[in-house]
């Protein structure tokens, strides 16, 4: 399995209020990802990053920052958090070699805005 | 821009059935194709993959083939088993950084 964690894994917040989700990958790989999971949507890219400090969005991207310090942590950013930010959040690696068109993904976390 | 579309769920089995999920795909290019699997509560896995035209992939009981001339990926699995409730997603890459995903398509399976 690729060492990917996700924290926390589980959330709470109210709408206005900054949430920050962090992945933490143990592969060194260069590419990291971003999803959200929704019903009837399947997986959206919100941004993703193609090393340090190099990133960019994806198709959802509004509401959302993103940040790479190092190449094993990619952190997502919810500035003021809303009730339609709802959902589970997964983030992936890009996989190497004969497996680069492979993503691997880590646990998700579940976000619930009140 | 590229595409991929599945049958919508839920799919309700009863165990030993016969599964057909369809997919089809809209990419330019010559994609390589995926399926990915969900199990409650985890996030995506892959199960199979095929690289180029008429390829095969094929893990833990289940086959997919890659068509080029109807663009299609069904994933198929001839007896299927409680144990393979779960979201099921196609997916394609045409090389680059950015794989798309169907919407998902949730397998239930009866004992």
């Known amino acids: 399995d690729a060492g990917i964690t996700q924290s926390p894994r589980h959330k709470v917040t109210e709408t206005g209020t900054p949430v920050t989700l962090r992945c933490h990958q143990t592969?060194?790989?260069?590419?990291m990802y971003w999803y959200r999971q929704d019903p009837g949507h399947g997986l959206r890219l919100i941004h993703y990053s193609y090393g340090v400090k190099d990133t960019d969005k994806g198709e959802v991207s509004d509401g959302y920052s993103v940040s790479r310090s190092k190449t094993e942590d990619f952190l997502l950013t919810l500035e003021s958090a809303t009730s339609s930010q709802t959902s589970v959040y997964f983030c992936a690696i890009r996989g190497a070699g004969t497996n680069q068109e492979t993503q691997y993904f880590g646990p998700g976390t579940r976000l619930l805005v009140l | 821009g590229d595409s991929v579309t599945q049958m919508e769920g839920p799919v309700t089995l009863s165990e030993e059935a016969f599964l057909t999920i369809n997919c089809t795909y809209t990419a330019t290019g010559y994609p390589s194709l995926f399926w990915y699997v969900q199990y409650p509560g985890e996030g995506l896995q892959l199960l199979l993959k095929a690289t180029k035209a008429d390829d095969k992939g094929s893990n833990k009981g289940f086959e997919a083939t890659y068509r080029k001339e109807t663009t299609s990926f069904h994933l198929e699995k001839g007896s299927v088993q409680v144990s393979d409730s779960a979201v099921y997603f196609c997916?394609?890459?045409?090389?680059?950084?950015?794989?798309?995903f169907g919407a998902g398509t949730r397998l239930f399976v009866k004992a």
């Open positions: 592969e060194n790989h260069r590419y």
């Open positions: 997916a394609l890459n045409t090389g680059g950084f950015k794989t798309i």
